[in-house]
């Protein structure tokens, strides 16, 4: 984003370019509020140490609103559109909060988890 983060940002807009097989690159920009999303301020989503950024994704994809979950969603939803599978960040907004209202995007979490701790 124009802020200087590494992912699509919420803080403000994010320059992209679409790459599609031999089509020409195409610049576009992606606003939050766009989408229906508000912007939200570096400080709300600033993490911390590992642990501190493991309780929040845990608090996101339990379901708590606010900054963190918006960019969270507005990622996942780019990734399905890219992916193929949306037609567009509108549905893949929709999709990915569908995932973590259903607690399916927890226990996918729970089970990646589960994996990496066995032997």
Request: overall charge negative; cysteine-free.
């Amino acid at each position: 984003g124009r802020d200087g983060l590494d992912e699509i940002t919420t803080t403000t807009i994010t320059d992209a370019i679409l790459v599609e097989g031999d089509a020409p690159l195409q610049r576009f920009e992606i606003e939050p509020a766009a989408f229906g999303l508000p912007y939200a301020t570096p400080k709300a989503l600033a993490g911390d140490d590992a642990a501190t950024n493991a309780a929040i994704i845990r608090h996101i994809l339990a379901g708590q609103h606010g900054a963190g979950r918006d960019i969270v969603l507005l990622n996942a939803a780019a990734a399905l559109w890219v992916a193929g599978k949306v037609p567009g960040i509108p549905e893949g907004l929709k999709l990915a909060a569908e995932a973590i209202d259903s607690g399916r995007a927890r226990s996918k979490l729970d089970a990646l988890v589960q994996f990496s701790r066995a032997e």
